[in-house]
């Protein structure tokens, strides 16, 4: 109620423009693919396609389940030893999620190829690929459940502790406990693993999702792209059910928690396994690190590196820059706006859909939407860039800034609502709360603009390449003493993202 | 050990606790009797709560010695685990599992039983505690003195010799308060439990006919 009564009217043209950047590339897509029905019918036909489809659907289970059992493990000890406190902990585990995949890839080429003298066809495995993607979403996934656990009402588990011992009570109580976040996070950990295809494709691998941009590659089909990619979009919506069937259990818990001091002692079995995940985490968030940092070669070459790719680097900064402030002016009022119609959770859903859409299918609807209807300078503008980034990043921090209007309390905004303008709770109550998750929103996506490839890949204007690209074309040539440096800056901008984060969550956390 | 009436089965000797420099408990000299009901009086902060998480082991005491049927269980080096001091513990707030449905709920001491003797306690603390018509139902479907009844059938199903009572009919009504209490007294008898009963209303611990004793700035003071 106290949302509608902010937002008022405006919600419309608020959602009008959610629908032209996010909804309309779809539908467009969808209008292309439906008069064209030659390609319908491959997934059923080509035994091949089949067979890949299953391969890569078990690869992403493995690499979900594998990463959930491991952060589980890892965030246990964490949260048993109270080491979640500590700030460093917190930058860490986000500067590992912050950091491109594709530079994980490097770092562990690097470490196999070099340090322990593999081949590359060695190295191109499977259980490679598999363990790299698992890298990139262990930090999200230990961050998430150590959250989870800190969360617990302590009281709970006070009242376990009289009645049987911490084994049981760890297995009984506080598992069951945070199975919403660790269905969240395995959901989410799947979506990621089974849409993205620059891991595998580094490492000589074929996946689904590489399979439909190859599709799109060779015919320039849409349709057919599209119809291929069916598959992939139900069960990733599956995925996508079930993260969000357990989001109100897992953090929409609005209750104050009771912190009393509880400890729990696991026995000497399970402390050793779980400070040994513990161990294979920060072994995870210093590999990239420390194999780049060895392997950068001269400062020299750094700045050879820079000054080579100055227009890379000029044109990634302007597209982040620019889409990272334009989603963080929308967010707020497509926020306050989903709060306030009936039906929010299928009117959100529309809006987050990308999340499950691989990112080559999110260029190619935007080709369908855009090419031949906007004026011809639009084109050799950074303007489909941003809005790839836009459906990479809007649904994530959507999501994020949903959650946090969940969880204020409504009671400082109506007390406000007796006393002031609309005008004035906006911008003296509502904008002062959310300023941390705003910032945050900001951070995040102008990092994963760096992190975004699949997309901008298809629409970038002739003659402008962003530093992902660049990194990944030369990433195929194998990892040089160039890229190293390219994704160092990478990674130092990431380290000052992940402080500044640190810092706003901390904020954040006073604030609620 | 078998229990004679009116012999000390809870002893504290000397107990103090500081948290973040302010003295919390101190000196604390406290004699139980088995069969006994004890009651403590206190305003807020004053240290009830500490005083029986330092008894049930859910917070150790800076220094002092706890014993409890004649066996040291806190001095030190030494300490026992909660759930083998053979006492039972109902907070402020029911403090269902909300994952668990009531039935699962009073069943979580029971584990060391075989499938059917957990069965046939859980059954029999459900009749008495009067919960067994929504067994079924989860915390969160039903109201809060039901709750209540259901913390202290969870509480007396591992057949506790002692059972700390930390202001337990907090937000209840007036109706479902005396339904609690008169419940307390009818159980007490049925289960021979010595029970430790903190709350800052004189009312409730003279109904349930106690011993009073008033903890004030820490210290614990006999009630005239």
Known sequence: MVYKNLIGRFKWPIFLIGFIVIIYPMIALLLEALPSSSGAFTFFSNSRIRNLFFRTLVWSMSVSVGTVILASLASSFIWIKGLYKSLTLIVLLLLAFLVPPFIHSAAWSHILIDVFNLSYRTVASTTTTAWIQLCCYLSLAVGAITLALNNLDEQEIAVGKTLGNDFLVYRKVVLPSIKPVLMIILGLVFILSFADYTVPSLFAQNVYSLEIMAEFSSSYNAANALYLAIPLIFVQLVAFVIILSNVKKGIFQKEQRMKIGVSLRLPMLLQVITFTALAILVIVITIPIISLALNKGSLETITQALSASKREMHSSLRINFVAALSITIFVLPLSMSLMAVKRRKGVTILYVLPLVLPASLIGMSLIEAFYGILPREIYSSILLPVIAIWQKSLPFVLLLVLASLELSATKYLEAGNIYSSKSEVLLKILLPMQAPILLASFVISFIMGFNELGATLLVVPPGMTTLSIKIYNYLHYGATDFVNALCLVILLAATIAAIILGLLWKKRKALL | ?224
């Not at chain 2, 010695?65 to 001091?85: A, F, G, M, Q, T």
């Not at chain 2, 039983?113 to 919960?131: A, F, G, H, W, Y």
């Not at chain 2, 337990?168 to 005396?178: I, M």
Request: glycine share 6%.
């Open chain 2, 1 to 224: 050990m078998e229990k004679e009436k009116g012999s000390i089965m809870i002893k504290l000797t000397n107990i103090n606790k500081e948290y973040d420099n302010k003295k919390i408990l101190v000196d604390i000299n406290l004699e139980v009797q088995s069969d006994s009901i004890v009651g403590i009086m206190g305003d807020s902060g004053s240290g009830k709560t500490t005083l029986l998480r330092t008894i049930s082991g859910l917070t150790r005491p800076d220094y002092g010695i706890i014993s409890i049927d004649n066996v040291v269980v806190e001095h030190k080096k030494i300490y026992v685990e909660p759930y083998l001091r053979n006492v039972g513990f109902i907070f402020q707030d029911a403090t269902l599992w909300p994952h668990m449905t009531v039935k699962r709920n009073i069943e979580f001491g029971l584990s060391k039983l075989s499938k059917d003797r957990s069965e046939i306690r859980t059954i029999e603390v459900m009749k008495q505690t009067e919960v067994i018509d929504f067994a079924s139902k989860y915390p969160h479907q039903i109201s809060g003195g039901q709750a209540k009844r259901v913390a202290l059938a969870r509480a007396l199903a591992p057949n506790p010799r002692y059972l700390l009572l930390d202001e337990p009919l907090t937000n209840l009504d007036e109706k479902a308060k005396s339904m609690l209490l008169d419940l307390l007294i009818k159980v007490r008898e049925d289960n021979e439990c010595t029970y430790i009963y903190v709350s800052h209303q004189k009312e409730e611990i003279k109904y349930l006919g106690s011993v009073i004793y008033k903890l004030e700035d820490g210290r614990v003071f006999k009630d005239a």
